[in-house]
C-alpha cells in the first residue's frame, strides 16, 4: 500500500533558523562561485522571514521543528543562542539546539546557560563548516557536560556532498569511542559512508541518523545514487527505531515535499513511516 503526504504527521529534525542578517550572508555562499570560479551548491528556494520559515512548517504538517543554527568565528555563538532562546519562547513548535564555537574563552559557561537555564535539547556542530575535529581536546568540557545532562550532539561530519579534513568516519569513531554514552545524532545518514554509519547503530545505542537530503525523487538523482551505498529494506526495517526525519529546510533548492516523497516511494510499512517522521523523535526529544 502507498502512502501520501497528507497520511502522517512531522518532527523535523534537521531545520536551521538564523537571524536574517546571518541567512543573507549563507545564502550569498552558497549561490556564489568559489575562489576558482566553481559554483558552491544551488540556489536556495526558501528565503523566507523567521515567522514565514515556523508558517510555512506547520502548514506542511510539521508538529515540531528543531533549531539548528552553528557559529564560524569567535565571538558569535552566544548572540546566536539568545537570539534562538527569543524564538523559542515565543514558538511551541521549536526544539531548540544551540551552537559553540571552540576557541571561544567562556565557552563552558554559556553552554551551561543554554542547557541549564535556557533548557536547550543539544548542540549542533557543523564540521564542514567550523572546521575542527570531532575529537578536538577544546570541545571535551563541552562534551561532558552535554553527558552529564543527558542532552544532544547533532554532527554534520559525513563526507556529502563534499568533504574537509575534519569529517568523515574516521574522524568521527575517535569521538564516540571516547564518549559512548553520548546521545548523539549523524545529520545526512553520514552520507557518502552511511553504510559505516549504520554499522555503529549495534554497538551505540545512543546514535541516531537523520535522513536530511538522502532520499530525494528527481533530485541530485544520479550523482548521489553514484556514490550512496543505500540502505537495504531489510537494514531500514532492522534500524527503524533509530532513524529521524530531516529535510535541511530552508537551505535546500527544491520544494520540501521532496523530503518526505523520496521516503514514501520505498514503500515501506505505515509502522515504519509513523517511527521515522514522528514517533522516533518523539521520544528521544521527551516530547509530551
Given at each position: 500500500?502507498?502512502?501520501?503526504?497528507?497520511?502522517?504527521?512531522?518532527?523535523?529534525?534537521?531545520?536551521?533558523?538564523?537571524?536574517?542578517?546571518?541567512?543573507?550572508?549563507?545564502?550569498?555562499?552558497?549561490?556564489?562561485?568559489?575562489?576558482?570560479?566553481?559554483?558552491?551548491?544551488?540556489?536556495?528556494?526558501?528565503?523566507?522571514?523567521?515567522?514565514?520559515?515556523?508558517?510555512?512548517?506547520?502548514?506542511?504538517?510539521?508538529?515540531?521543528?528543531?533549531?539548528?543554527?552553528?557559529?564560524?568565528?569567535?565571538?558569535?555563538?552566544?548572540?546566536?543562542?539568545?537570539?534562538?532562546?527569543?524564538?523559542?519562547?515565543?514558538?511551541?513548535?521549536?526544539?531548540?539546539?544551540?551552537?559553540?564555537?571552540?576557541?571561544?574563552?567562556?565557552?563552558?559557561?554559556?553552554?551551561?546557560?543554554?542547557?541549564?537555564?535556557?533548557?536547550?535539547?543539544?548542540?549542533?556542530?557543523?564540521?564542514?563548516?567550523?572546521?575542527?575535529?570531532?575529537?578536538?581536546?577544546?570541545?571535551?568540557?563541552?562534551?561532558?557536560?552535554?553527558?552529564?545532562?543527558?542532552?544532544?550532539?547533532?554532527?554534520?561530519?559525513?563526507?556529502?556532498?563534499?568533504?574537509?579534513?575534519?569529517?568523515?568516519?574516521?574522524?568521527?569513531?575517535?569521538?564516540?569511542?571516547?564518549?559512548?554514552?553520548?546521545?548523539?545524532?549523524?545529520?545526512?545518514?553520514?552520507?557518502?559512508?552511511?553504510?559505516?554509519?549504520?554499522?555503529?547503530?549495534?554497538?551505540?545505542?545512543?546514535?541516531?541518523?537523520?535522513?536530511?537530503?538522502?532520499y530525494l525523487p528527481k533530485v541530485f538523482t544520479k550523482k548521489w545514487k553514484e556514490k550512496i551505498d543505500y540502505p537495504s529494506e531489510e537494514e531500514l526495517l532492522s534500524y527503524e527505531d533509530r532513524i529521524l526525519f530531516g529535510s535541511d529546510f530552508?537551505?535546500?533548492?527544491?520544494?520540501?515535499?521532496?523530503?518526505?516523497?523520496?521516503?514514501?516511494n520505498l514503500n515501506l510499512p505505515k509502522s515504519f513511516y509513523k517511527k521515522v517522521f514522528f514517533e522516533n523523535a518523539k521520544k528521544i526529544f521527551g516530547i509530551n
Open positions: 500500500m502507498s502512502y501520501t503526504l497528507e497520511d502522517f504527521t512531522y518532527i523535523d529534525t534537521h531545520c536551521h533558523f538564523f537571524p536574517p542578517q546571518i541567512f543573507k550572508s549563507i545564502w550569498n555562499f552558497f549561490e556564489s562561485p568559489d575562489e576558482e570560479g566553481n559554483q558552491r551548491g544551488w540556489d536556495i528556494k526558501y528565503k523566507l522571514t523567521t515567522d514565514a520559515q515556523i508558517n510555512f512548517l506547520v502548514n506542511h504538517r510539521v508538529k515540531y521543528f528543531t533549531t539548528y543554527n552553528y557559529a564560524h568565528k569567535s565571538g558569535m555563538a552566544e548572540n546566536l543562542n539568545d537570539w534562538t532562546y527569543e524564538l523559542i519562547r515565543k514558538n511551541k513548535h521549536a526544539l531548540p539546539f544551540g551552537c559553540v564555537w571552540p576557541e571561544d574563552a567562556n565557552r563552558v559557561e554559556y553552554i551551561q546557560k543554554l542547557l541549564d537555564e535556557y533548557k536547550f535539547l543539544g548542540i549542533k556542530l557543523q564540521l564542514l563548516v567550523q572546521n575542527f575535529y570531532p575529537n578536538d581536546e577544546r570541545m571535551h568540557d563541552i562534551y561532558k557536560i552535554v553527558v552529564d545532562r543527558g542532552k544532544w550532539i547533532t554532527f554534520h561530519v559525513g563526507t556529502a556532498p563534499y568533504h574537509n579534513q575534519f569529517v568523515g568516519y574516521k574522524n568521527f569513531i575517535k569521538f564516540i569511542e571516547k564518549y559512548p554514552n553520548i546521545n548523539v545524532i549523524v545529520a545526512h545518514l553520514g552520507i557518502y559512508e552511511n553504510r559505516k554509519f549504520f554499522d555503529l547503530l549495534d554497538k551505540y545505542n545512543n546514535l541516531y541518523l537523520d535522513t536530511a537530503m538522502v530552508p537551505l535546500i533548492s527544491y520544494d520540501y515535499s521532496c523530503s518526505t516523497e523520496g521516503l514514501l
